[in-house]
């Protein structure tokens, strides 16, 4: 799955300079950071909509457009994935009650 990610990373990094009437997110990427995080939040919002009404294909559909817009999201900021799946492996093991105490104390 990491590899999948990846490739979708370098694919948007490298479209994200090119033609906006061509590319999608190169469109994304020209109307700003503020437009992007809107596009994450619907996202979000209709990833949660399917599960709510047990639509678990237009879960994993959402999920894959969330999934997307977060990686635009991410590039926009100039923050790796893998610096984000990285935070994830150092949570791995540690309880999530634990976990989010330790961040409320920070």
Do not use: C, N, W
């Not at 619907?42 to 457009?65: C, K, P």
């Amino acid at each position: 799955m990491r590899a999948t990610l990846f490739d979708l990373e370098r694919t948007i990094r490298q479209r994200r300079a090119a033609d906006p009437s061509a590319s999608y997110v190169a469109k994304l990427t020209t109307r700003g950071r503020a437009k992007i995080a809107q596009k994450v939040g619907e996202e979000a919002v209709e990833a949660v909509i399917a599960a709510m009404a047990d639509d678990r294909q237009g879960l994993v559909g959402e999920s894959a457009d969330l999934l997307f817009h977060l990686i635009v999201l991410l590039a926009d900021l100039d923050v790796p994935l893998d610096a984000v799946l990285d935070e994830l492996e150092r949570r791995e093991g540690v309880s999530g009650l634990a976990e989010k105490a330790a961040r409320k104390s920070d």
